[in-house]
T-cell receptor
Framework: GAVVSQHPSRVICKSGTSVKIECRSL??????MFWYRQFPKQSLMLMAT?????????EQGVEKDKFLINHASLTLSTLTVTSAHPEDSSFYIC???????????FGSGTQLSVL | GDSVTQMEGPVTLSEEAFLTINCTYTATGYPSLFWYVQYPGEGLQLLLK?????DKGSNKGFEATYRKETTSFHLEKGSVQVSDSAVYFC??????????FGTGTSLTVIP
C-alpha cells in the first residue's frame, strides 16, 4: 500500500531556531499534501493544504510566515517552523493524496518540543 | 461548521472484551465518515469508512454504521486483542474534501 514517510519523528530545539519537517510519498505521486497540528487532547487541526508547484493554502488563524510550506515536487512537501517558540510545541502530521486517489495517507507525525 | 466529537479515553479493556468507541458528527450536506487507527510509532491508517447513510464499514473485525438519524458512527469490535492497542480517530470528509478529526481515543488491551 501507499506509504508516506515523515521525518523527523521527534525534534527538540531552542527557542528562536527554525525546524524543518519533511513529508515524502514513497510510492505514489502526491498532488496534494496536508499539514495538521494536534495539541494534547485536541483534534487534529488542518493547518494548510499544498498542491505541487503552487503556494499553500493556509487555514484561518495559521501564520503563513511562521509555518512555511513548500511542495516543490510530487513526492516531497516540507513544513518549516520559523523562529520557533515554546507555544509552537505540538504534534505535526502530514498526509498526502495522489491523483484520482480518494484515500488519504498519513505520515507518522513529528513531535516538536521548543525549549 | 463541521465537527466530530469522539469519546474521550483512555480506554483499557481485557482481551476478548467488547469494544465501543462513540463518535458523533455535525455536518452540513452528506459527509463521508472514517475511522483511522494509529499504532505506536506509525502514521494514521484508514481502518474503515462509510460514504452514505446506513452504510456499514468493516475491517479486521471492526465495524461502524453511518447513522444519519443520530449523526453517529460508533466503532465496535466484538472481541479485542492485544494487537488492537492503538489510538483511534473518527473523521469526516465534507463535500469540499476537507477532513475534520476527533480528538482520538487511546485503547489499551491487556492480556
Amino acid at each position: 500500500g501507499a506509504v508516506v514517510s515523515q521525518h523527523p519523528s521527534r525534534v527538540i530545539c531552542k527557542s528562536g531556531t527554525s525546524v524543518k519537517i519533511e513529508c515524502r510519498s514513497l510510492d505514489f505521486q502526491a498532488t496534494t499534501m496536508f499539514w495538521y497540528r494536534q495539541f494534547p487532547k485536541q483534534s487534529l487541526m488542518l493547518m494548510a493544504t499544498s498542491n505541487e508547484g503552487s503556494k499553500a493554502t493556509y487555514e484561518q488563524g495559521v501564520e503563513k510566515d511562521k509555518f512555511l510550506i513548500n511542495h516543490a515536487s510530487l513526492t516531497l512537501s516540507t513544513l518549516t517552523v520559523t523562529s520557533a517558540h515554546p507555544e509552537d510545541s505540538s504534534f505535526y502530521i502530514c498526509s498526502a493524496r495522489g491523483t484520482g486517489n480518494e484515500k488519504l495517507f498519513f505520515g507518522s507525525g513529528t513531535q516538536l518540543s521548543v525549549l | 461548521g463541521d465537527s466530530v466529537t469522539q469519546m474521550e479515553g483512555p480506554v483499557t479493556l481485557s482481551e476478548e472484551a467488547f469494544l465501543t468507541i462513540n463518535c458523533t458528527y455535525t455536518a452540513t450536506g452528506y459527509p463521508s465518515l472514517f475511522w483511522y487507527v494509529q499504532y505506536p510509532g506509525e502514521g494514521l491508517q484508514l481502518l474503515l469508512k462509510a460514504t452514505k447513510a446506513d452504510d456499514k464499514g468493516s475491517n479486521k473485525g471492526f465495524e461502524a454504521t453511518y447513522r444519519k438519524e443520530t449523526t453517529s458512527f460508533h466503532l465496535e469490535k466484538g472481541s479485542v486483542q492485544v494487537s488492537d492497542s492503538a489510538v483511534y480517530f473518527c473523521a469526516l470528509e465534507d463535500s469540499g474534501n476537507q477532513f475534520y478529526f476527533g480528538t482520538g481515543t487511546s485503547l489499551t488491551v491487556i492480556p
